[in-house]
């Protein structure tokens, strides 16, 4: 009688560790969308901030003709945080893209629209993760 592994015991090892790395692999994803979601809140905090700085020293928030996707460069808001030295830099999503369509499903990135008196920041949720805040596109968050 030979001393080794029978075929199906060796199918059951590589099932359990297929089973166990497939359960790895979803915590691991699940806990950087949660990541990024806790990113993107403390990135729209630090936003605000820099509007309120940019309000006091203006009296007034930094006006875009229309919604625009913030790039952290050349949109309409970060040209002027930057330039008065509201921001050294403005956040841009933790996805890596700074492009895209606000409001669209698929897009992650961080949107706003002012007439001067008043502004809109929007952004993409990808969890549930922060409390009392659902999946998806938040409603605007305003000063």
């Known amino acids: 009688m030979g001393r ?4 199906i015991e060796l199918l059951i090892v590589m099932a359990l560790i297929a089973l166990l790395a497939s359960l790895v692999l979803a915590t691991i994803g699940s806990t950087r969308e949660r990541s990024r979601d806790a990113r993107r809140e403390a990135d729209i905090k630090e936003i605000q901030n820099a509007l309120d700085l940019y309000s006091v020293t ?3 928030f ?3 003709a229309s919604e625009v996707v913030i790039n952290g460069e050349s949109d309409c808001l970060s040209v002027q945080l930057i330039a008065v030295g509201a921001a050294g830099q403005v956040a841009t999503d933790p996805s890596g893209k700074a492009s895209g369509v606000c409001g669209n499903p698929a897009n992650y990135v961080y949107c706003y629209v002012s007439d001067g008196r008043t502004y809109e920041l929007r952004y993409n949720l990808e969890t549930s993760s922060i409390p009392g805040k659902l999946t998806g596109w938040q409603p605007p ?3």
């Not at 080794?4 to 075929?7: A, N, P, Q």
Request: charged share 15%; glycine share 8%.
């Open 4 to 7: 080794g592994f029978t075929i």
């Open 58 to 60: 203006n009296r007034a």
């Open 62 to 64: 930094p006006i875009c």
């Open 141 to 143: 968050v305003k000063p």
